[in-house]
């Protein structure tokens, strides 16, 4: 929330210096490398396993992307992001009954955003917001948090990518965008807690809109042209 807001009071500061205000969503899959997850429960040992993770983009909760970005004369951008990142264990053993991370691993991010020879390149910083759900020696864990539906600030990620759009009208484009993403997260777990780092490639596909063009001065909705 607060990085929501700061992007806001930004974005609000910036109106006079910027050209074009855009919303993309995108969906795809993911490729999860094998990481190290280790548990920690009080009055127990221990569980140390190089974990294989899915994702089920398309099972409900999807995967999905919102991004927020203020372009400048169609060639820079900061942009505020939002991926709903899900994480199933595909190789539980011993005393991991059961182990994901489905109403989210979910990536809050400011990102940076170049237009260089048609392709689109960003770098992001953000946080982790995760809602853990796990079975580990019998013990059940799900809920808390914030607002106590399951939410918790659990950790930080990098990213970077690069994207290209292809243009259908003078303000809807389709887009499509290649994201490798580093990020840790420590989540709740009964009785304890889990280290669960998480390094991903990210195939997407989506939609995005010109929300609002600056020409001549004054801001209007759409219509944006090329300088």
């Known amino acids: 929330m607060r990085l929501i807001l700061i992007f806001i009071f930004?974005?609000?500061?910036?109106?006079?210096?910027?050209?074009?205000l855009r919303f993309e969503v995108l969906s795809g899959v993911v490729y999860n490398f094998p990481s190290r997850l280790i548990i920690h429960q009080d009055g127990y040992e221990t569980i140390k396993m190089t974990a294989r993770y899915r994702s089920e983009p398309f099972r409900l909760p999807p995967y999905y992307d919102f991004r927020l970005s203020l372009w400048k004369r169609?060639?820079?951008?900061?942009?505020?992001?939002f991926t709903h990142h899900k994480l199933i264990l595909d190789n539980p053993k011993g005393m991991i009954h059961h182990f994901e991370i489905t109403h989210g691993y979910n990536i809050f991010s400011l990102t940076r955003l170049w237009k260089r020879?048609?392709?689109?390149?960003n770098v992001s910083?953000?946080?982790i917001v995760a809602n853990p759900q796990s079975t580990i020696r019998g013990l059940y864990f799900q809920g808390g948090g914030l607002f106590n539906n399951g939410y918790y600030f659990s950790g930080a990620v990098?990213?970077?990518?690069?994207?290209?759009?292809?243009?259908?009208?003078?303000d809807w484009y389709l887009t499509g965008e290649i994201r490798a993403t580093a990020a840790w997260a420590r989540v709740k777990v009964h009785s304890g807690y889990a280290d669960v780092p998480n390094t991903a490639?990210?195939?997407?596909?989506?939609?995005?809109?010109?929300?609002?063009?600056?020409?001549?001065?004054?801001?209007?909705?759409?219509?944006?042209?090329k300088e």
């Open 10 to 20: 930004f974005l609000c500061s910036q109106l006079h210096a910027q050209h074009a």
């Open 74 to 81: 169609d060639s820079s951008a900061w942009g505020l992001k």
């Open 117 to 121: 020879k048609g392709f689109i390149f």
């Open 125 to 127: 910083m953000g946080a």
């Open 158 to 170: 990098g990213e970077a990518a690069i994207g290209k759009n292809l243009k259908i009208t003078r």
């Open 201 to 225: 490639i990210h195939f997407l596909i989506g939609t995005g809109y010109n929300i609002a063009s600056k020409q001549d001065k004054r801001w209007k909705i759409g219509g944006v042209r």
